[in-house]
Each structure stands twice: as C-alpha cells, then as structure tokens.
C-alpha cells in the first residue's frame, strides 16, 4: 500500500508542478485576468487528484487516452449547445473540468518519458503508435474548447498549440514510415480504424488553429492544403481496412475482429467537413458530399456495431458485453459528437441540396441526435468509474 501510495504522490506531484508553472505564467504575465476562474480550476485539480490517490487504481494512462479528451471535448464544443441549462449555467466549469483531465492524462505521459519508457509504450508498435494522434486531438479539442468558454486563456492555448503543432510533425513522420510499412508487408493483416487517427489529428490543427489564433492571409491559404493532407492519410487508411477484411477470412468475427475505432470511419471525415466548414475556403457543395459520405459510413459501421454488441452479449453475457470498459470505445463518443458538430457548422442552404429532403434530414440531426451524444457520453463515463473504481483483485481483462 505504501508502495502505491509514493508512485501516485510522484505522479501527483508532476501535475502539482505543471499546474503550479501555469499558476506562476499566470500571474507574472497577467495573460488571464479572471482569477476566480483559475483558482477554480486548481480546486478541480486538487479535488481530481485527491480521489485519484484515495480511491482510483494507479493505472498508467493507454495510449489513446486522449480519446477520452476528444470524447468529452467535442461535446462540450458541439452538443451542448443543444442544451440550454447545460449550455448557459454548465459550460464553463465541464471546460474547466476537462482542462484538468487533460492535465492529468498529459502527467501520466510525462511521467512516462521521465522514467524513459515513453518511446517503448507509445511508439514502438507500428500500429499502436497511430494512438498517439489521440493526444494531438485532444489538445485541439480541448483548446477550442478553452477559446470558447474561457477567452482569457487563449495565450495559453497558442502556446498549446504551437506545442501541439511540433508533436504532430514528430507524429507524422512516424506515420509516413508506418504506413510505408503496412503497404509493402503482410503487416496490412492486423490494422484498423486508429489509422485514421492520422486524419483526424491533421485536421484538429486546422480548426484549434483558427480558434486560437484568427483567419489570416497565411491561414487560408494554409488550411486547404492541410485539409487535402487530412484526405490523403484518410484514403491510405481507408484503403488499408477494406483490404484488411476484404482479403481476409470471408466472415469477418464481430468479437475479436472487428474494432471500436473502425467508427473513426466516418468520424474522419466529419472532422474533415468540420474543418472545410470553419476555415471558410471550402465550396458548400464540396461540403455536402464529406457530409453525404458521413452519414452513409454512419449508418454502415453502426449497423456493424449493433450485430457486434448482439454477438457479444450472447458470448458473454449483457454487463460483461457491453460495460467492459477500453478505452477505445471513447472513439465512439468523439465520432457521434463530431457528427452533431459538423452538422452544426454546416449551412446545407449555400449548397445545391436546400430545400430537398436532405434539409430534413439536416434539422432532424441538429434536433434529436444531441440525446444520442449525451446519452453514450453518460454510459461511457459510468464505464469509466466502474473499472477505475473497481478493486484491483477483482479486475478483468476488457474483451473489447
């Protein structure tokens, strides 16, 4: 137990240290007038800290732990605003909240590359490091989040940013070489859905970059030049996992085959269309077909998704099925957020489909689906706390 108790200290230690240096920018720089607001946020911090000694199991953040970031970030930047209570009294302090959560998964990959083994648990695996574009994401979400609730933090954003900006061109680089990798061998065999990551962190920049920092001349001529990146990585991967399960065995196994970041899908190419939406240079009509290509990818890897819950509750029973928690099934939480947000930010009207039944179909997302994203963001969360409060003799491994 003492044991336990010094490495949690340690790494409790690290976000004291990280949230005291921005405490100190703070106030020599005087970047954030609203005190009120980060004394807050240090409240948050130390309460978060304090149920993760006294009650949290001491487990080393996944790789793709920014997921949980994006998860929670796109709905605080999207589907809310479908809630007025939530919108108007909530909003401020779940930004905050997330912030904190962000530090928090950010000291674990600190504490990771103190004790030197950041590259072997988050790079080393050709297929595995693609998570890391969770982290490059999350700041992306969790920034444009901070630059809407709280404008006074928006330098400590850019600096975010500007960090964000260099992890990514290192993420990329390794990425090249993956994908390089999983064309020319059979290594093809075993991806799936995380290669969109590379997608979805490229595309993160183009919008937490106009957030952060405005449209400018360098920006929009920028942007779309970032966007077709986005797309090349996305069609490489895509090409990769139809490749995957259509050379493979002809029935695909829904348990142990199939992924919960195959949603990523299409929920690339919403963050695509979102940042074609927000930068301003992309045509309507271009727009609609991303959004098209959304919602037919939607309604395909969800009817998936649903056969693959039915297989596995007959496998192992409802609660072992559907509430072990991974933490790639935050994925979903960001894919369905993103969704609404893209739908939200698109103006169907500029293109050639106002007034069809596609308009319909618009409205009716904007309306109901924001339920959807609240409903899956609470399970998620429950899932979370059920394993993280659970006792560690009484653990299973996640079958997801």
Request: include cysteine.
């Amino acid at each position: 137990m003492i044991k336990i108790l010094d490495v949690r200290r340690l790494e409790g230690a690290t976000i004291l240290v990280v949230c005291a240096v921005a405490a100190g920018w703070v106030a020599v720089t005087n970047s954030i007038p609203t005190s009120s607001e980060l004394l807050r946020t240090m409240l948050i911090a130390g309460l978060f800290l304090l149920i993760r000694l006294l009650f949290m199991k001491n487990i080393p953040s996944p790789t793709g732990s920014g997921a949980i970031v994006m998860g929670i970030g796109i709905f605080i930047n999207g589907a809310i605003n479908h809630f007025s209570l939530l919108n108007n009294e909530l909003a401020r302090p779940l930004t905050q909240v997330l912030f904190v959560l962000f530090l928090f998964i950010a000291g674990s990959y600190l504490m990771d590359a103190v004790k030197r083994r950041l590259f072997k648990t988050h790079f080393a695996n050709p297929l595995g490091s693609f998570a890391v574009g969770t982290w490059i994401a999350g700041t992306s979400v969790c920034g444009i989040a901070l630059c809407q609730r709280l404008p006074d933090w928006k330098p400590l954003v850019q600096i975010l940013v500007i960090g964000n900006i260099g992890l990514w061109l290192f993420f990329i680089s390794r990425a090249v070489r993956n994908f390089f990798l999983f064309l020319t061998t059979e290594s093809w065999r075993k991806v799936h859905g995380v290669l969109l990551l590379s997608t979805v962190s490229t595309q993160s920049l183009v919008i937490v970059w106009k957030a952060a920092f405005g449209t400018s001349f360098y920006y929009r001529l920028l942007a779309p030049w970032m966007i077709m990146f986005g797309v090349l990585f996305y069609l490489v991967s895509f090409f990769l996992i139809v490749r995957r399960y259509a050379q493979g065995d002809s029935d695909i196994d829904l348990d142990k085959g199939w992924f919960n970041t195959n949603c990523i899908i299409h929920g690339a190419m919403s963050i695509t269309g979102l940042a074609s939406a927000v930068c301003g240079v992309v045509s309507a009509n271009i727009i609609l077909l991303i959004w098209l290509w959304v919602i037919f990818w939607f309604v395909i890897v969800e009817i998936v998704e649903i056969a693959r819950a039915v297989t596995r509750t007959r496998l192992y029973g409802f609660t072992d099925a559907l509430f072990s928690y991974d933490p790639t099934q935050w994925s979903r939480n960001f894919t369905f957020g993103m969704l609404y947000a893209f739908t939200l930010n698109f103006d169907l009207t500029r293109s050639v489909a106002a007034d069809t039944i596609l308009q319909s179909l618009h409205d009716a997302l904007l309306l109901y689906f924001a339920w959807v994203v609240l409903l899956f963001l609470f399970i998620e969360i429950f899932v979370f706390f059920r394993d993280r409060l659970t006792p560690v003799v009484t653990v299973t491994r996640s079958k997801m």
